[in-house]
């Protein structure tokens, strides 16, 4: 009896099979993506945050730009135009003259908007990318 015993037991005992863990792990089913309203409620949503800061005369300094926020997964766009620290206009479908492209998939979207995402890590995975000037980007990364 010199060897070790089956999987590595010192005693000799037959240890139990442990089921490996896909077996374990139930799979959970995957939750239902945001739709086009939930999306464009979202983007209503920072219109909203943004226009009570306006309000209180704390308005974020930037810069009067078209924009654009693409949803790859939906198969749609949002445009809307931020003008004096607030987003105006917002709507469904592209705009070719943006100056600022958003592109995030629309549960993105929402965690975004919700802060369950941040907009650095949303961007530094690839779940966020941004079609903009380098000074455009800095000053509208709080927006999100």
């Known amino acids: 009896m010199g060897g070790l ?20 792990t139930a799979r959970r089913p995957e939750p239902p993506m945001a739709d086009r309203s939930q999306c464009e409620a979202a983007l209503r949503a920072i219109a909203a945050r943004l226009d ?13 730009r078209r924009i654009v926020c693409r ?10 135009e931020l003008r004096d620290g607030c987003l105006h206009d917002i709507g469904e479908g592209p705009r070719d003259d943006a100056q600022i492209v958003l592109t995030v998939d629309s549960d993105d979207l929402v965690a975004l908007t919700e802060g369950r995402l941040s ?18 980007l800095l000053r509208v990364r709080s927006l999100l």
């Open 71 to 80: 949803v790859p997964d939906l198969s749609t766009a949002f445009h809307g």
């Open 52 to 64: 009570v800061l306006a309000a209180r005369g704390l308005p974020p300094r930037t810069p009067d």
């Open 5 to 24: 015993a089956a999987r590595g037991d010192p005693h000799g005992q037959k240890r139990p099979r442990t089921p490996e863990r896909s077996e374990t």
């Open 119 to 136: 907009v650095l890590a949303a961007w530094r995975s690839g779940r966020l990318t941004v079609d903009a000037s380098v000074r455009d």
